[in-house]
């Protein structure tokens, strides 16, 4: 089955911990992107790779890092330094730079006490 | 900034009428639309997307776009419990390369 997948579902973190969450698609897709959902809000981007080994900031990257080694992967880091880190992670691909019919993985939900 | 602008509900329909969902953005060069079902506590699915003026049919979905008017609306037809969820509408803005900006949602509601 080709998709995208994120792991873990769930994750808790002390405050002052980086945590990676990861994103894997086999979709031969290019282009992959990492969202962040709060409640109420709107999906924001934070960063997006249209290529192995190039990657863009999104709107709000503070605080966030990424790779992209691999055309399947695109591991997100969220640091010590973002300063409201609990949300819904969101990793998305797409076939190409454009048009982007963008699909979602299942999410990872993020908990920072 | 540019903005998609979504009335957040919740909009309450009967099971077997239709439900419309509209959604108005800021910039006038936006090229494609796309509209997105979200159950609570899942990720985002896609289920529509449109390019050009007109409506665009997908089973009990139509999607249509007014660029003139600067929004793009779905229509589901025939309403089911299964279709109560938070719709998300979608834009591409020109000069953003890939990236998409979204809406805050619409919730819909189907009842019995």
């Known amino acids: 089955d080709g998709g995208i997948t994120q792991s873990p579902k769930y994750l808790f973190r002390k405050e002052g911990q980086n945590v990676t969450l990861s994103c894997e698609q086999n979709?031969?897709?290019?282009?992959m992107y990492w969202y962040r959902q709060d409640p109420g809000q709107g999906l924001r981007l934070i960063y997006y790779?249209?290529?192995?080994?190039?990657?863009q900031k999104g709107d709000i990257a503070e605080g966030y890092s990424v790779s992209r080694e691999k055309k399947e992967s695109f591991p997100l880091t969220v640091t010590s330094a973002q300063k409201n880190p609990t949300a819904f992670y969101l990793c998305?691909?797409?076939?190409?730079?454009?048009?982007?019919?963008?699909?979602f993985g299942p999410g990872t939900r993020l908990t920072v006490t | 900034q540019k903005e998609v602008e979504q009335n957040s509900g919740p909009l309450s329909v009967p099971e077997g009428a239709i439900a419309s969902l509209n959604c108005t953005y800021s910039?006038?060069?936006?090229?494609?639309f796309f509209w997105y079902r979200q159950y609570s506590g899942k990720s985002p699915e896609l289920i529509m997307s449109?390019?050009?003026?007109g409506d665009k049919e997908d089973g009990r979905f139509t999607a249509q776009l007014n660029k003139a008017s600067q929004y793009v609306s779905l229509l589901i037809r025939d309403s089911q419990p299964s279709d109560s969820a938070t719709y998300l509408c979608?834009?591409?803005?020109?000069?953003?390369?890939?990236?998409?900006?979204f809406g805050t949602g619409t919730r819909l509601q189907v009842t019995l």
């Open positions: 979709l031969n897709h290019d282009a």
């Open positions: 998305a691909s797409s076939i190409g730079y454009s048009p982007t019919e963008q699909y």
């Open positions: 449109i390019y050009s003026n």
């Open positions: 910039d006038r060069g936006s090229q494609s």
């Open positions: 979608a834009v591409l803005n020109t000069g953003t390369a890939s990236k998409l900006t």
């Open positions: 790779s249209q290529i192995v080994n190039d990657f």
